[in-house]
C-alpha cells in the first residue's frame, strides 16, 4: 500500500476517499506506517493518512492533484456544484469539506462499508443550538416590550420545521444532499423533516468554519423577514381553535390527534400527527414537537374542509 495523501482533518480524508471511489480507486484510511494498515486510524502525530495499492497510486495522485484548491495553507476539495449553493448562502467555506458533511444524511454513510463517511446529525444538534441562540437574540432586542410568552412564540413559528424547510427549499438546499440510494428513492430530498435538518446542519457548519459571528449574519439575512413579520402577526395562528369552532359550526365531530409515527434519535425526534374527523384523516404533518404538528395538521384539515389547500384562516384571536 502507499500512502497519497495525508491531512489532520477527517472530513478532508473522508471526501478524498469519495473522490477515488468515485474513480474505481480503493483506498483506506492508514497508520504512520505503510507496513501496518488499519481502517480509522491516525498517525502518531494525530495525521490521517489515505493509501492505495501500488499499482493505484500513480492515478490516485493524479486525481487528487485535479481537485486541489489552495485554502490558506490548506488543499481541500469540494464538489463543483457546490459553488452555487455557497454563493445561493453568500458565504465562501474556508474547509469547505465541513459543507459536505453538513450536507451528508444518515442513509449515505449508513451504505459505507469503510466507516469513513460521516453523517450529519451531530451539526444538526449543534446547528439547532445556534440557531436558537441568534433568533432569541434578535427577538430580545427587536421587541423589548413583549412578554416572554409573546417571544416564544414568535421563536416557536420562525425555528419550526415548516419554516426550516422553507428556506431550504429557497436554497435548493435537497438538489445538493447526499443521500443514500433508498433514501433518493424515497423522495429524501424533498422531505421536510431531512430538509429541516440539512439546514441546521449547515448552520453549524458555517459556525465551525467562520465562528458565531457568519453564523448570525448568515440567519440575519435568512430569518429577516420572518422576525420582522412578529410584529404584525404575534403570535403562531391557533388552527387546532379554529378547526373545533368551524367543525361545531358544521356539526361534525370534534377532532382527535394521534401520533402516526415517530422517526429520529431522543435529541432530534420528529412526530407525525393525524387529525381525525369522525373516523375521517383530514389533515396530516410532521414537527419536532407533538404539538407543532398537530397545529400544521389542524391548518390542513382546515384547508381541506375549506376547498382552498393554502387559505389562511382566522383564529379565535383575530
Known amino acids: 500500500m502507499v500512502v497519497v495523501f495525508a491531512t489532520s482533518s477527517d472530513i478532508e480524508a ?24 488499519w481502517p480509522m486510524t491516525v498517525s502518531a502525530l494525530g495525521e490521517i493518512r489515505v493509501a ?16 486541489r484548491q489552495d485554502v490558506g495553507s490548506r488543499v481541500v476539495r469540494l464538489r463543483d456544484e457546490f459553488d452555487d449553493l455557497q454563493t445561493r448562502i453568500d458565504y465562501r467555506f474556508r474547509d469547505r469539506g465541513m459543507l459536505e458533511h453538513a450536507l451528508t444524511h444518515k442513509s ?3 451504505e459505507d462499508a469503510s466507516g469513513g463517511v460521516t453523517d450529519n446529525e451531530s451539526l ?10 441568534v433568533v432569541a437574540d434578535a427577538l430580545f432586542h427587536q421587541y423589548p416590550t413583549y412578554d416572554e410568552g409573546q417571544k416564544s412564540k414568535i421563536k416557536a413559528a420562525v425555528v419550526s420545521t415548516q419554516s426550516l424547510a422553507r428556506h431550504a427549499e429557497q436554497l435548493r438546499l435537497g438538489e445538493h444532499l447526499i443521500l443514500g440510494r433508498g433514501e433518493e428513492k424515497t423522495g429524501g430530498r424533498f422531505k421536510q423533516a431531512l430538509l429541516a435538518d ?20 448568515f440567519l440575519r439575512r435568512e430569518l429577516k423577514d420572518a422576525l420582522d413579520e412578529g410584529s404584525a402577526q404575534t403570535f403562531a395562528r391557533d388552527y387546532k381553535s379554529a378547526l373545533q369552532e368551524r367543525l361545531q359550526a358544521l ?3 370534534l377532532p382527535e390527534y394521534r401520533v ?14 393525524e387529525v381525525v374527523v369522525g373516523g375521517d384523516v383530514l389533515g396530516a404533518a410532521t414537527g419536532r ?6 397545529q400544521e395538521a389542524a391548518r390542513e384539515a382546515l384547508a381541506r374542509l375549506s376547498g382552498t389547500p393554502n387559505a389562511q384562516f382566522p383564529t379565535p384571536n383575530d
Not at 497510486?57 to 486525481?63: K, V
Not at 402516526?260 to 400527527?273: I, L, N, W, Y
Open 14 to 37: 473522508s471526501v478524498v476517499m469519495a473522490l477515488l471511489d468515485s474513480h474505481g480507486i480503493e483506498a483506506i484510511r492508514a497508520s504512520g506506517s505503510t507496513h501496518g494498515i
Open 52 to 67: 492505495v495499492a501500488d499499482s493505484a497510486a500513480e492515478d490516485a495522485r493524479r486525481i487528487i492533484e485535479s481537485h
Open 108 to 110: 449515505r454513510a449508513a
Open 124 to 133: 444538526e444538534f449543534l446547528g439547532d443550538a445556534v440557531l436558537g441562540l
Open 198 to 217: 440539512a439546514y441546521e446542519a449547515l448552520i453549524a457548519a458555517i459556525y465551525l468554519d467562520g465562528g458565531l459571528e457568519a453564523a448570525e449574519a
Open 251 to 253: 356539526g361534525r365531530p
Open 260 to 273: 402516526s409515527g415517530e422517526a429520529g434519535p431522543d435529541h432530534r425526534k420528529t412526530f407525525s400527527v
Open 289 to 294: 414537537a407533538k404539538k407543532e404538528a398537530e
